[in-house]
């Protein structure tokens, strides 16, 4: 279903996420990928730093609003390892970027934060078309999805705070 150089844009999600993970950090990571292939810029989260908007979909929706014509947005691919939260899918929205292929989906999220006994978190986990309907999402990969779960797992086992309101 994925190509190989679309399988090693998200495993590079993979990669980010478990650097988030490894800095006591949320584990997701985000690439954006231009029409041509290139890559344009990367992130992963970074909430620890006591700013819980720090979502690497969002940083790169900034960057790409930042850097591209929206001709360019349009065409461009945003590769992640979880769902965009709503947050981050208005963001994409909003500066106009095109198609996303994450990993996971927010569903799965959800699931799996239940079965580790995490709080439920404080925004609710809409998929992103209800955001942005009519965009193209492709996902989830099965074959990736397994991994991201047991970033989460052991994010919820490592005793960093999530969804802390404060
Ligand atoms: N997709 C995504 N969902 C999140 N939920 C909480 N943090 C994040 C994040 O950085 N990315």
Redesign the pocket.
Known sequence: MFSEVEMKHLRRCVELATEALEAGD?P?GSVLVGADGTVLAEDR?R?ASGDRTR???FELARWAARNMSPGERSAATVF?S????PM?AAAHGWVGLGRIVYVSSSQQLVSWLAELGVPASPVSPLPIRAVVPGLLVEGPVPVLADQVRELHRRFAQSGHPRHSRS
């Not at 979880?82 to 939260?85: A, D, S």
Request: glycine share 8%; net charge negative.
């Open positions: 949320e997701f989260n909430v979502h690497p979909e992640t979880g769902e965009h939260c981050c």
